[in-house]
């Protein structure tokens, strides 16, 4: 029986953050973030009180404009639009997820592909079918990568089975994986796949990005398989003090089989934030430089 080792994000993030403040101090003037939350959601609150910490810390400079939940989609428009014309802002998030009565991929259309610094429009993710890996990439699948590369795991050759296709993980996480420089041979699956156990048991690497509390166990892994758990689910738990706790998509008895694991919380968490750092200089590197 094995124990996996463990893919720390937290310490690959904090290896990035230094190579991020050496890259921030070289350029002229610091990079602008700017990050519109709408609404009191308290989890996007935290999320967002996290990222404008870690722009503080990093030398980024960063902007938090808070609208109220019933905000009109035409006033969020015009604001995207005056943050896309304002030369001051490299970088320009909107915090999922807006409240229903807003088109969130209408308005995250309307950034300009130049700040779109969670690489989410059409532009970025196209650019990405094409192969072109220099530009804007989604941070989730960006940063499993390198957290992948930091601890030298080998993807050229190896099966790699994505749990999940959205445009936010999943799909660009597959297209990464695929991509030349990666040359992982990539499995994607979803919600209709059949007989999803038996395809997961044939990789080398999962990444499960379903969102359903450990739905992937020991009896789905190969031995030796490398686990990257991108879930983030909320689960009942009488012995914490609040009364829940967090758990990732795969079950805690994926150690005993696998070689890697990534934990919940402290794995791939970490290391978005990071990512939406280096997109943010990398958007003021590259609209500078134009
Ligand atoms: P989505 O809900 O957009 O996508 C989930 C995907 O999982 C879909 O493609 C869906 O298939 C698939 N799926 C659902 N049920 C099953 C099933 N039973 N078997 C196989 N596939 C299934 O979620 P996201 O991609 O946005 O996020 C996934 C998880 O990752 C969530 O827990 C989220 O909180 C977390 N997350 C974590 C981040 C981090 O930084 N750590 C960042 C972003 C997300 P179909 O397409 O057929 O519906």
Not at 4 to 27: F, P
Not at 108 to 122: A, E, M, N, S
Request: net charge neutral; charged share 20%.
């Amino acid at each position: 029986m094995m124990t996996a080792q463990i893919l720390d994000g937290k310490a690959c993030a904090s290896q990035i953050e230094k190579e991020i403040i050496a890259e921030v101090s070289k350029i002229s003037r610091p990079p602008h973030l700017v990050v519109v939350i709408v609404g009191g959601d308290p989890a996007s609150k935290v999320y967002v009180g996290n990222k404008i910490k870690t722009c503080k810390r990093l030398g980024i400079r960063s902007t938090l404009i808070e609208k109220e939940a019933n905000i009109s989609e035409d006033l969020l428009k015009s604001l995207i639009q005056e943050l896309n014309d304002d030369d001051d802002v490299d970088g320009i998030l909107i915090q999922s997820p807006l409240p229903n009565h807003l088109d969130e991929i209408m308005l995250t259309d309307l950034i300009d592909p130049l700040k779109d610094v969670d690489g989410f429009h059409p532009i970025n993710l196209g650019r990405l079918v094409q192969g072109r890996t220099d530009g804007l990439i989604p941070c989730t699948p960006f940063g499993i990568i390198r957290l992948l590369n930091y601890y030298q795991i080998p993807l050229q050759g190896k099966q790699a089975v994505v749990i999940g296709r959205s445009r936010i993980v999943g799909m660009p996480m597959s297209l990464l994986l695929a991509s030349q420089g990666c040359n992982a041979t990539v499995t994607i699956t979803h919600s209709k796949t059949e007989d999803l156990a038996e395809v997961v048991k044939r990789a080398d690497i999962v990444i499960a990005a379903v969102g359903r509390a450990e739905m992937i166990d020991n009896t789905w892994i190969k031995p030796g398989c490398v686990v990257v758990d991108v879930g983030i689910n909320r689960v009942d738990d009488a012995s914490h003090e609040r009364g829940w706790k967090l758990s990732g998509d795969a079950h805690p008895n994926v150690s005993s089989t696998a070689s890697w694991v990534s934990p919940v919380p402290g794995g791939v968490g970490p290391m978005t934030v990071m990512m939406l750092m280096q997109n943010t200089v990398t958007a003021a590197k590259i609209r500078r430089q134009r």
